[in-house]
């Protein structure tokens, strides 16, 4: 079905569908590019929760020029840890997390490295991934689909917020089920899902807000719920007046 076709009652399957071809084409296909190696990746990820990029970056930072390598952050006292990490969230939680995914990952490979990972089939990488302290479904999907090209479909609050507002998830959906339910209605593909977080990922950062959404800059409004509950029916005037193509800055 043509993205143009799909209304608010049209299934989730096919809103799904059109999310991707119309957000496609209003943010631009991004190459599936690893923008971090995959240590920096898992690390990083599991600081940012609930922390601002810059004070992630901050930490991630301060912790590779206090102590140097992977080893001696896994050998370092765990208050000395959780001090150089003290810009995100919960230092004091994070720390003993790091360390003990440290130890687990040299356990495994024998060092600090994740490379392992491309060979192992997707289910068995993300089972040994989110079994560690800290590393949720996000987290795993994310450092598999960017670094390993495995066709999973990383959901943070972002996503998830647009897409139960158009109505691709109920809700009643949880962040955690909604890895599942969209991963489902999408075409197995790295690129596809790769495109998909990223573009779904800044329409909530720019756009779908969490407070205030800027619904009539949407391009999704022909077939969003939230729309329609808001706004009424998109007219014609309502649709041609929707930006074809994001002018504004991309954030990470």
């Known amino acids: 079905m043509p993205a143009s076709s799909v209304t608010y009652a049209s299934l989730p399957a ?5 999310d991707h071809s119309i957000l496609n084409d209003f ?3 991004l190459p599936r590019e690893p923008r971090r190696t995959p240590m920096r990746e898992l690390v990083s990820t599991v600081l940012s929760h609930r922390t601002t ?3 992630e970056e901050l930490a991630y930072t301060r912790m590779l020029e206090t102590f140097g390598d992977w080893a001696a952050v896994e050998a370092a006292p765990t208050s000395e840890l959780a001090h150089a990490i003290r810009t995100t969230r919960w230092p004091d939680t994070q720390a003993p997390r790091i360390q003990e995914i440290l130890r687990r990952i040299k356990a495994e490979a024998g060092d600090y490295t994740l490379d392992f990972l491309a060979d192992w089939p997707t289910d068995k990488a993300l089972a040994w991934l989110t079994d560690m302290p800290g590393i949720g479904l996000k987290t795993a999907s994310l450092v598999l689909l960017f670094n390993f090209r495995k066709p999973l ?3 943070d609050t972002h996503v998830h917020r647009v897409a139960q507002r158009v109505g691709i998830i109920g809700p009643k959906v949880s962040v955690e089920k909604a890895h599942q339910v969209l991963l489902a209605l999408l075409p197995p593909d790295a690129e596809a899902l790769f495109n998909f977080h990223k573009h779904n990922y800044w329409l909530g950062q720019h756009i779908c807000f969490f407070a205030k959404p800027n619904c009539p800059a949407c391009p999704l409004k022909g077939f969003c719920n ?3 509950e808001h706004y009424g029916p998109a007219d014609a005037a309502a649709l041609s007046a ?6 504004g800055k991309k954030q990470h």
């Open 53 to 55: 990029h810059d004070d």
């Open 27 to 29: 943010y631009g296909l």
């Open 153 to 155: 479909l990383p959901v």
């Open 242 to 247: 929707t930006p074809a193509k994001w002018e």
């Open 14 to 18: 096919e809103k799904a569908l059109a």
């Open 226 to 228: 939230y729309y329609l």
